[in-house]
Structure formats: C-alpha cells, structure tokens
C-alpha cells in the first residue's frame, strides 16, 4: 500500500531562516508527489508536485521541495521563512490505482519574529 | 480562491439526522473528490466520481453516499449522524481522473452532530 510518512507534528522556525519540512514515503512504481498548506479554517492550497524530471521542484510563495529516490523523502523547503508561512502543512501521494490523494498526517509550522 | 465551492460552510444537526453538502468544482474539471478531515483520523479520501460515475471508493460508511450531476456538481450524502461524523469535510477537483493533474480544494464544510 502507498504511504507518506511526516516525521515532525511540529517546526518551529525563526524569520528569516530557511525551513524544512519532511516527507518520506512509500510506494510501488514511480510516485506522485503533492505538497498542500491549509491555513486556519480554510480549505488546503496547492503548492507544487513532483512528477517525473528534475529532482528540485519550484512551488507557490518560494516554496521548492527536493525529491530523493534512495531517500525515499520528498522535503519541502523555503530559503527565508516568513511569519506568514505558518501554517499546517501536508505531503501527499496519489494513488496510482485511482485519483485519490493519501496523504500524511501533517507538520504544524510556526515562523516567530 | 481554488474555484471550488461548497455549501453550506457550516452545518450543526443532531444525531440521527441526514444532511446533504453540496460542491461545484472548478470549471472544465470532471472529476470530483470528497474527504473527511479529523483529528484523530487526519485527512481520509472518501469518495471520487468522473463525469458522473463513481471511479473510486475509501473507507467511506456506508451511512454516507455522493453523486455527480450532469452539470458536474457533486452532492455528499449522510445520514443516521452520529457524534464522530462531526468533521470537516473537503471536495476537491480535477481535470482528469487518475492522472498527474493536481487537485483543487474547496473551503470546506464544517459539520457538527450534537
């Protein structure tokens, strides 16, 4: 069965570091990997995939997530966080035997001042 | 914006009872996507159609149906509600139906079961 594993509940990050927030997962064949943000009560938000090609992927609001096959990890990354980064974040596969999305359970990210 | 909307954004009703959440997905979309999120239980897929017909099925109860409509908006159907039904619930969509296309996600309906 296909999985995504995130490993931290929580990231806490000051403003202006680089953050990272982890995904490894598990699958059978070559994997489709989404990354999502939900912001307190709103609905989640696309910010990049990984299909097939480069490795580096580049996303919405400077976020890029690097692909590692022997990792077994699809990160997320951001060069300088920004307090309005914080929000929950999840990673997620699809399925390859239907549309649907299996995704982790997600990383709580907090950028302080 | 997603383009995706749902209705209503939220809805409190007692137990036993049956509620309908209605989606509209984004414009050219054909396929359609429902999930429940929870806290104990996370994000759960629970249904998917394509075009009108049901492509693929999660661990959804089978208190709970869905359809698509010719015009391609969905409707999530449950029913006999019982106190852990009150969750989130998503629809998504998405050009295709098994493909690399992404999904779009609407606001959500918030449902409580008193």
């Known amino acids: 069965a296909q999985s995504v594993a995130q490993p931290e509940d929580q990231v806490n990050v000051a403003e202006g570091n680089p953050l990272t927030v982890k995904c490894t997962y598990s699958?059978?064949?070559?994997?489709?990997l989404f990354w999502y943000v939900q912001y307190p009560n709103r609905g989640l938000q696309f910010l990049l995939k990984?299909?097939?090609?480069?490795?580096l992927v580049k996303g919405s609001y400077g976020f890029e997530a690097e692909f590692n096959k022997s990792q077994t990890s699809f990160h997320l990354k951001k060069p300088s966080a920004l307090v309005s980064d914080s929000a929950l974040y999840f990673c997620a596969v699809r399925d390859l035997q239907g549309g649907k999305l299996i995704f982790g359970q997600g990383t709580e990210l907090s950028v302080k001042p | 914006d997603s383009g995706v909307t749902q209705t209503p954004k939220h809805l409190i009703t007692a137990t036993g009872q049956r509620v309908t959440l209605r989606c509209s997905p984004r414009?050219?979309?054909?396929?359609v996507y429902w999930y429940q999120q929870s806290l104990d239980q996370g994000l759960q897929f629970l249904i998917q159609y394509y075009n009108g017909e049901e492509r693929a099925k999660g661990n959804i109860l089978e208190r709970f149906s869905a359809q698509q409509f010719p015009d391609l908006h969905s409707e999530l159907n449950l029913s006999s509600l019982e106190l852990g039904d009150s969750a989130l619930y998503f629809c998504?969509?998405?050009?295709?139906?098994?493909?690399?296309?992404?999904?779009?996600f609407g606001p959500g309906t918030r449902l409580t079961v008193t």
């Open positions: 414009s050219g979309d054909l396929s």
């Open positions: 998504a969509s998405s050009v295709g139906g098994g493909d690399s296309y992404e999904q779009y």
């Open positions: 990984y299909i097939t090609g480069d490795n």
């Open positions: 699958v059978s064949g070559n994997p489709y």
